[in-house]
Each structure stands twice: as structure tokens, then as C-alpha cells.
């Protein structure tokens, strides 16, 4: 694993962040170091969509990155044959995505079961776009893993309504977002230990604060009742916040 130190060094002035060919190569180092749980997440999602996935419905991945929970989906979904839409707006993740599943499908070349292998591995369909152009129908299961907080906050509400729109009744929504708290002391707290994680994860004080910079007006967190109000609002008729650290959120929503 590609280790991340695009921040460690002082380049003036500090351009904005994006998911680029450099942010895409240390991408698995960067998010673990930088999102508590993610691994422990990304599991409990599979566990999660296996449980409420209905046969001859799509899974829809919005904001895949280079596919770490698809992959997992892969080695573990028992509920074969599925189809799930991958979707990034990184063309860089996109195709690094590709390369993995091509890899996965090199190794499997010789193994007894080679058309049941290739033929899951097919049943992953790629998209590069914007995740909140993408069309949502017949799906059981919608995922959104610290996306929106990249997505224009006035487009959040239709973003959300088109994700009710598309589920199949009892589908649900999984969305995983970076919070503030409306609270100033309670805020400050958040991010005071936010940066503890980080330093503990090996990460400079210039790093956090140069990459803190580039994210500013990038990803714009909103506190974890808009999030509850906005998924009430459109119909959705079960929420839980099934994990949560300080300023880390994840949901389900049940239509």
C-alpha cells in the first residue's frame, strides 16, 4: 500500500482537493488513516446489503472510489447473480477500479468454477459521472459512502428524493457522511479529536492543516439532523444512525 504524504510537503499555495491519478494511487492508505472505522464499516455494509437486497433488483454504489466496497461484495455476497452500478465522478478511480476486477478475473482464469467467477465479476457495471446525475431505478439498495458532502448543498435535497424515488418498496439507503455539530463547544470537540485520530495515524500538524485547506469549500459537512430531517422529509419511513465517532456519521433508511 502506496503510503500518503501528498500534504508533507510545503507547496504554496495550496491547490483544491480532488480525486486526481496522485490522491487515487495512496487512496486505501489516505482513508484509513484519515476515516475511523472505514474498514469496520465497509464490512457491516456488506452484511447490511446481503440482508435487505431482493433477487432481480440493483445495488447502486454512488461514489465508489476504486471499489473497496464492490470488492468486498465480490468475496462475500452469497446472493448470486446481482447487479450493481459503480459510480465515481474520478475517471483515475474508475479505472483503477477496472484494473482490480481484471485482476481478480487474470487469477481466476484457471479455476474450476472460471464462468461462475467471470460471470459475478460482469455483474459490476462502471459508471464515470457525477453521482447525483446518475438515474436510480429498481434498486434495493442505494450507497453513499462520504459523497455527498462533495455534492453542491443545494442539490442535496433532490440528490436524496431521487434515491426514494428509485428504491423498491422496503429498499433502503445507506449514506456515510462527515458531520459538524450545531453546537460551537461540541463542534470544536469533535474536531479537536478528529485530529488526535489523525496525528495518532502518523499524519503532521502541516499536513492536517494543509489538507484541512485544500478541502475547504470542497467537502461542506452538515450536522446530523439535517441529514435525519432531510431523509424523514422525503418519505423514508424507518432511520437508525447504526455507527457513529465523533464527527463521522453512517445511517440507514428504510422506504
Known amino acids: 500500500m502506496k503510503k500518503d504524504n501528498i500534504f508533507a510537503l510545503k507547496k504554496d499555495p495550496v491547490a483544491a482537493f480532488e480525486f486526481n491519478e496522485e490522491v487515487t494511487s495512496v487512496f486505501d492508505d489516505m482513508i484509513k488513516r484519515s476515516v475511523p472505522f472505514y474498514m469496520e464499516s465497509l464490512k457491516r455494509q456488506c452484511q ?22 464492490g470488492i468486498m461484495i465480490y468475496e462475500s455476497f452469497s446472493k448470486w447473480p446481482y447487479t450493481m452500478i459503480a459510480v465515481d ?49 429498481n434498486a434495493s439498495v442505494v450507497v453513499v459512502n462520504l459523497t455527498m458532502q462533495f455534492i453542491k448543498p443545494a442539490k442535496r435535497d433532490l440528490f436524496i428524493q431521487k434515491i426514494y424515488d428509485g428504491l423498491t418498496e422496503d429498499g433502503i439507503l ?12 461540541i463542534s470544536e470537540m469533535q474536531k479537536d479529536f478528529y485530529k488526535i485520530f489523525k496525528l495518532e495515524n502518523g499524519y503532521s500538524e502541516l499536513e492536517i492543516s494543509r489538507k484541512r485547506d485544500a478541502l475547504e469549500n470542497v467537502l461542506i459537512p452538515e450536522t446530523l439532523e439535517s441529514h435525519a430531517n432531510r431523509v424523514k422529509n422525503t418519505g423514508f419511513r424507518y432511520m437508525d444512525v447504526w455507527l457513529k465517532w465523533f464527527n463521522f456519521a453512517s445511517i440507514i433508511a428504510i422506504k
Not at 54 to 67: A, F, Q
Not at 175 to 185: A, C, G, M, P
Request: charged residues 25%; hydrophobic residues 35%.
Open 174 to 185: 445507506l449514506l456515510t457522511e462527515k458531520l459538524i455539530h450545531e453546537d460551537k463547544i
Open 89 to 137: 465522478s474520478s475517471l483515475a478511480m474508475v479505472e483503477k477500479y477496472k484494473k482490480r476486477l481484471e485482476q481478480i478475473r487474470s487469477s481466476t482464469i484457471h479455476s474450476a468454477q472460471k464462468t461462475y467467477i467471470l460471470d459475478k465479476i460482469k455483474n459490476i457495471c462502471l459508471v464515470c459521472g457525477l453521482a447525483e446525475d446518475i438515474p436510480i431505478n
Open 48 to 69: 447490511l446489503i446481503s440482508h435487505f437486497y431482493k433477487p432481480d433488483t440493483k445495488i447502486y454504489d454512488l461514489g465508489c472510489s476504486h471499489g473497496n466496497l
